[in-house]
């Protein structure tokens, strides 16, 4: 469901714990970490989009969450053509998007990342809210800090000190290959070393055993 300027509706997640920390996911079988996000079907408004989609990646249910705020309007990213499948160019532009910010008042222990027989992330962590984005892939970051400024004033117990934002923002940026979105540092890329950070929780596909490092399939 694409609207006329070729942009799909879709909702991202900013998931609070009780310290103001984000949930960060490892997308499945790659190097690259985010935030939930899923497209908005036919039928639904964005808050139900944005329930289906949380029970969907992490395995909660509305029940466990608070929502604090979202977003007053869409934020917007193209996907670059190498992206996209040959059959939507000059169709499909990329997502535009309603971001919701969520308090847990469940457990870790209520999060599920195998909640569907299609998961999108294998391993998580709690992170401080400023995410570092050179994890991210290039083309949503300039959303990323979009929504994450948007939604900032209704985080309890966070530091909103421009010095300390940017920190996390840009601080940790590394030089970058253009011609790939995950960065010269190879970080994002199938096989690549990878090192799973401090107190990051990571979860096999019980059907294919592939570890963290194991490359995927193009």
């Known amino acids: 469901m694409l609207d006329r300027d070729g942009f799909r509706p879709n909702v991202g997640i900013i998931l609070l714990n009780q310290r103001s920390q984000v949930f960060w996911g490892k997308r499945i079988r790659t190097h690259s970490w985010q935030f939930p996000q ?6 639904e408004n964005p808050e ?8 969907e990646e992490v395995g909660l249910f509305p029940q466990h969450v608070q929502v604090l ?3 007053r309007d869409w934020l917007r990213y193209e996907v670059p053509d190498r992206f996209i499948r040959r059959d939507a160019r000059g169709h499909y532009k990329g997502q535009k998007q309603i971001w919701f910010l ?16 299609h998961p999108e992330f294998d ?12 994890v991210v892939v290039e083309f949503k970051r300039g959303v990323y800090e979009m929504a994450l400024t948007e939604l900032a004033r209704f985080v309890p117990r966070l530091d909103h000190r421009p010095d300390h934002r940017n920190r996390y923002l840009r ?20 096989g690549a070393s990878f090192e799973l950070p401090p107190g ?3 979860e096999p596909d019980p059907k294919t055993s592939l570890g963290p490092d194991t490359p995927r399939k193009e």
């Open 38 to 43: 899923g497209g908005i079907d036919r039928g």
């Open 48 to 55: 139900q989009a944005m329930f289906r989609e949380l029970h």
């Open 69 to 71: 705020a979202r977003t």
């Open 102 to 117: 969520l308090q847990l008042v469940g457990h870790d222990w209520d999060l599920n990342l195998r909640a569907t027989d």
């Open 123 to 134: 391993a998580w962590r709690w992170n401080d809210y400023w995410v570092p984005l050179d």
């Open 171 to 190: 601080g940790n940026a590394h030089p970058r290959d253009p011609s790939s979105p995950y960065g010269s540092d190879n970080a994002g890329r199938p």
């Open 200 to 202: 990051a929780t990571f």
